[in-house]
């Protein structure tokens, strides 16, 4: 199978050890994974704001940098949904060929949880993480990719972790990107009620499939000196010892 690493450019920029953890995991399965240069944003935020037309140079790159592969898999639940929802309706704005070319790449693009237990079939990727940790089901993941318990699934087969359930679970953190910059004071509340909830678990580390959403919760925990670290899920797969957390 040719595997294509989207790494998207949030976490290009900020979290880029994310993408070398989803590279650990897949090279521990048994895959070989390549890094096309010419991928860029895939143009969420411009879809989000409404510069439909501006995203559609993104459409096509995406459509181009990522032609041929059997799969290619992001670690974020959020630019996967923009990939498979939003393209095929953008291409329409672009040229002849265009519908086309996402026709061809837009299902193929998968979050690396669906990835890892729809297409590979693996729940158990020999991962070893012994510290308390909860997970925060982000929105994209709940209700746009309708990930289900896949992202359970695979922390419950890591070894030694203590896995537990975080109140209100599919209550939005409050980030929803301009959303938190729009609409600051409801976006606060919202995460002030998160913060609630994941410290109520006494978990050691909050996890979610979208780094976006753990930078605003990360954000809050830190300024509350709360001594809770957000990872991202697949720097939990990847892990093989005693980390800290």
């Known amino acids: ?11 290009d920029t900020m979290f880029p050890g994310t993408g070398r953890a989803v590279l650990r995991v897949l090279e521990r399965l048994g895959h070989t994974v390549e890094f096309p240069q010419e991928q860029t944003c895939c143009g969420q935020m411009h879809v989000n704001t409404g510069y439909r037309r501006a995203a559609v140079p ?9 032609a041929g592969y059997d ?8 630019c996967a949904g923009t990939v498979r929802e939003s393209h095929p309706l953008l291409a329409g704005l672009g040229g002849a060929g265009l519908p086309d070319a996402v026709a061809a790449v837009a299902p193929r693009v998968y979050e690396l949880t669906e990835f890892l237990v729809d297409v590979l079939g693996v729940t158990d990727v020999g991962a070893h993480f012994p510290h308390r940790v909860t997970y925060h089901p ?12 896949r992202p359970l699934r695979l922390l419950r087969a890591v070894r030694g972790i203590d896995l537990v359930e975080l109140p209100r679970a599919d209550a939005c953190c409050g980030f929803g990107g301009t959303f938190a910059i729009k609409n600051a004071d409801t976006s606060t509340a919202m995460l002030a009620d998160k913060m609630s909830d994941v410290l109520n678990t006494g978990a050691e580390v909050v996890c979610a499939a979208d780094n976006s959403c753990l930078m605003h919760i990360g954000g809050g925990l830190d300024r509350l000196s709360a001594g809770v670290r957000t990872m ?4 939990i797969l990847a892990a093989t010892g005693g980390q800290r957390p």
């Open 58 to 66: 993104l459409v096509a790159r995406f459509a181009e940098a990522f």
């Open 71 to 78: 799969a290619v898999v992001t670690p974020s639940a959020s």
């Open 232 to 235: 991202h899920l697949a720097e």
């Open 138 to 149: 982000t929105c994209h993941s709940l209700r746009g990719l309708r990930l289900g318990d």
């Open 1 to 11: 199978m040719r595997i294509a690493l989207f790494i998207t450019c949030f976490n």
